[in-house]
């Protein structure tokens, strides 16, 4: 069975930091990639960033470039979206979820490289982010 089960969410004061983690099971890790989305209410969901942890191979959202940071632990399955700086607009639930490498790359590319969750397969629940001003 496949599961992708985030933590690490809490409530943090603006110009904070808070690391997520992400513990994927039920499939081949390094054959995926790993993607971190967040959705405040009433907004749509946003892609943020994703990462190959096969190679390593990052990318990030232009909103989260340089505050945000992507690791992970291949031999935890596990992914880490190390976030700092925060603000209130940040405030939002938070998923990763997974995709097969050559899907999500193909996914991507007919997207206009547009990190969108419907290129994903599957997804965690969530973990609860919030920043109080």
């Known amino acids: 069975e496949v599961q992708l089960v985030e933590s690490g969410g809490g409530l943090v004061q603006a110009g904070g930091s808070l690391r997520l983690s992400c513990v994927a099971s039920?499939?081949?890790?390094?054959?995926?990639?790993i993607g971190w989305f967040r959705q405040a209410p009433g907004k749509e969901r946003e892609g943020l960033a994703g990462?190959?942890?096969?190679?390593?191979?990052?990318f990030y959202v232009d909103s989260v470039k340089g505050r945000f940071t992507l690791s992970s632990d291949n031999a935890k399955n596990t992914v880490y979206l190390q976030m700092n700086s925060l603000t209130p607009d940040d405030a939002a639930v938070y998923y990763c979820?997974?995709?097969?490498?050559?899907?999500?790359?193909?996914?991507?590319?007919?997207?206009?490289?547009?990190?969108?969750?419907?290129?994903?397969?599957?997804w965690g629940k969530g973990t609860l982010v919030t920043v109080s001003s």
């Open positions: 979820a997974a995709d097969p490498a050559l899907d999500f790359v193909h996914g991507l590319a007919v997207r206009g490289g547009r990190l969108s969750g419907d290129i994903m397969d599957y």
């Open positions: 039920g499939f081949a890790f390094d054959e995926y990639v």
């Open positions: 990462i190959n942890p096969r190679n390593g191979d990052t």
